[in-house]
C-alpha cells in the first residue's frame, strides 16, 4: 500500500477539505484581527480612514485585509452546511471566522464596514442555544452526528500517524545512516586524511590531564602498597602506554563527533521531507493538538503555561541550560566553553520570556482569555 493509500484509508477527501477551509479560514480571520489591534485601534478595518503610516504600507494593509476576508467568507459558505461535524476547538475557529465575516457583511454595514454597527436584536448567547435546539431537532442531526464522530476518528488516526513519521522516520534513519553508511565510511578514510582522526585541542586538553592524573595514582599507589616510588624509567615506561590509550580514545572520540554531524543532517534532512510530503497531513495534526491543548481546563492551561516557563525561563533554568549546552556540545565534540554558556543564558531566556509573553498578549488572550485571568492568579496577579 502506497503512503497517499493509506490516507484513503483512514479518511477521504471531504474530510481533508474541511480541515483545509477551516485552518485558512482560522489564519485569515486573525490576521484581520490582528491588523485591527495593531492599526486600527482594535476596531473594524475602514478604507476611508487614514492612518500614521506611509500611503504605501497603508495599501498594504488593506490588500491584505481584502484578500484575507475573502477567504474567510469561502471558508464558512463551504464549512457552514458541516457545522455539525465539528469538535468544541473547531466549532470556536468557526465562530471567529463567523464573526469576523458577520463584522464585514454588507447587510450590516450598510456596504461598508464601519465603526457603529446595529445590535442585535437578541444576545447572541441566547441565539446560539436557539441554534443549538434547531440543529439538534433536525432529523438529519443523526447523521450528521455520525459523520462528525467519523471524520473525528479518521483525523485522530491521521495526527497519530504522522505524529509517529516525524518522530520514528528521523530516529530510524539517523540510527541507520550513522551505523551502515556513515561509520564504515568514516572508519576506511580516517587513515588516509589526516583532518578526520586529529583529534581537537579540546580532546588533547583532556588527554594531558588525564595522563597528569594517572601519574599522581601510580606514585599514590606505590604509597599505599608501601612500595618505593616508582622510577623515572617506569614512570616512561607507564605514561607512554597510558599516553598511546589515550591518543587512541581521542581519535575514536573526534571521529565520533564527526559521525554525530553526519548522521543528525540525515535525520534533518529525513524530517524535511516528511514535511514537505505531509502538508495536508501536518494541517490535520495542528488542528489535534489544537484541540488537545486549547480542551484542556483553565486551571491545566496555566499550569502548562507556568510549568513550561519556569522550567526555561524561570530562576531554576540556568542548571538546566548549562546541562543541555554541555550535552549538545559533547555529542558535536565542540569544547563547552564557560564564556558561552553564560552569554546564552543571559539573553536567550530573556527572548524567550518575551516571545511568550507577546504570544499570550496578542493570541491566547484572544483564544482563551479565562485561560490568561486564571494564569495570572496563578501567578499571583503577575
Not at 288 to 298: K, Q, R
Request: with cysteine; glycine share 4%.
Amino acid at each position: 500500500m502506497s503512503r497517499r493509500n493509506w490516507i484513503g484509508f483512514f479518511s477521504n477527501s471531504q474530510a481533508f477539505d474541511l480541515s483545509n477551509d477551516l485552518e485558512r479560514g482560522y489564519e485569515a480571520a486573525l490576521l484581520i484581527q490582528s491588523l485591527e489591534l495593531e492599526y486600527y485601534n482594535d476596531r473594524p478595518i475602514r478604507a476611508d480612514l487614514e492612518l500614521s503610516v506611509p500611503r504605501s504600507v497603508q495599501a498594504t494593509i488593506l490588500r491584505r485585509f481584502r484578500t484575507a476576508l475573502n477567504i474567510c467568507r469561502t471558508s464558512f459558505e463551504s464549512i457552514k452546511p458541516s457545522r455539525g461535524q465539528l469538535d468544541t476547538q473547531e466549532l470556536r475557529q468557526l465562530q471567529l471566522i463567523e464573526a469576523v465575516v458577520n463584522r464585514y457583511s454588507p447587510s450590516r454595514s450598510g456596504g461598508s464596514a464601519t465603526i457603529s454597527r446595529s445590535p442585535d436584536p437578541l444576545p447572541r448567547s441566547l441565539l446560539g442555544v436557539f441554534d443549538s435546539i434547531r440543529r439538534q431537532l433536525d432529523p438529519t442531526s443523526e447523521e450528521t452526528l455520525v459523520a462528525g464522530f467519523r471524520r473525528r476518528r479518521d483525523s485522530t488516526l491521521i495526527s497519530l500517524r504522522v505524529l509517529l513519521l516525524l518522530i520514528l522516520v528521523p530516529l530510524l534513519i539517523q540510527q541507520v545512516s550513522r551505523t551502515y553508511l556513515i561509520s564504515p565510511v568514516i572508519d576506511h578514510f580516517s587513515s588516509d586524511i589526516s583532518f578526520i582522526n586529529y583529534p581537537q585541542p579540546s580532546l588533547k586538553e583532556q588527554a594531558v590531564r588525564k595522563l597528569s592524573e594517572f601519574k599522581q595514582e601510580l606514585e599514590f599507589e606505590a604509597l599505599l602498597r608501601g612500595d618505593d616510588p616508582p622510577t623515572q624509567e617506569e614512570l616512561r615506561v607507564e605514561l607512554s602506554r597510558k599516553a598511546e590509550e589515550l591518543k587512541k580514545d581521542s581519535e575514536q572520540e573526534s571521529l565520533h563527533a564527526i559521525k554525530n554531524v553526519l548522521a543528525d543532517f540525515s535525520a534533518l534532512a529525513a524530517f524535511v521531507l516528511v514535511c514537505f510530503s505531509s502538508k495536508n497531513e501536518l494541517r490535520v495534526l495542528r488542528g489535534f493538538l489544537d484541540e488537545a491543548i486549547y480542551g484542556l481546563s483553565d486551571s491545566a492551561k496555566a499550569f502548562a503555561i507556568i510549568l513550561f516557563t519556569d522550567i526555561f525561563v524561570g530562576y531554576h533554568s540556568p542548571e538546566g541550560w548549562t546541562v543541555l549546552l554541555d550535552g549538545i556540545a559533547h555529542h558535536f565534540g565542540i569544547p563547552a566553553r564557560e564564556n558561552f554558556i553564560m552569554l546564552f543564558i543571559a539573553t536567550f531566556p530573556v527572548i524567550l520570556a518575551t516571545i511568550f509573553k507577546y504570544w499570550i498578549f496578542r493570541y491566547l488572550n484572544r483564544v482563551s482569555p479565562s485561560s490568561v485571568a486564571t494564569l495570572k492568579g496563578m501567578n499571583g496577579g503577575g
